[in-house]
């Protein structure tokens, strides 16, 4: 597979502006791609959609159990 003339050329002079090989510069372009792409910012449909866990108690349930704080040794 060939790469369209205009993209080729477009690459070279990237490459030489960066002091970089082609081939380096293809390198650096997939893997910002695949980084890109397998850490995705936007939460899942699932994630967005969950409502819990009824049978789970709630979170503040279990601060009565907590010990007390130290004394801030600085005050």
Known sequence: ???QHWVGSALKNLAKRRKLTRNALIRK???ELVEKETHSK???EAVLEWQGDR???RFE???SKLAQ???DPFE
């Open 1 to 3: 597979m060939c790469v």
């Open 29 to 31: 372009a997939v893997e």
């Open 42 to 44: 936007d939460w899942s």
């Open 55 to 57: 049978q789970f108690p």
């Open 61 to 63: 349930s279990h601060r």
């Open 69 to 71: 704080a130290a004394a």
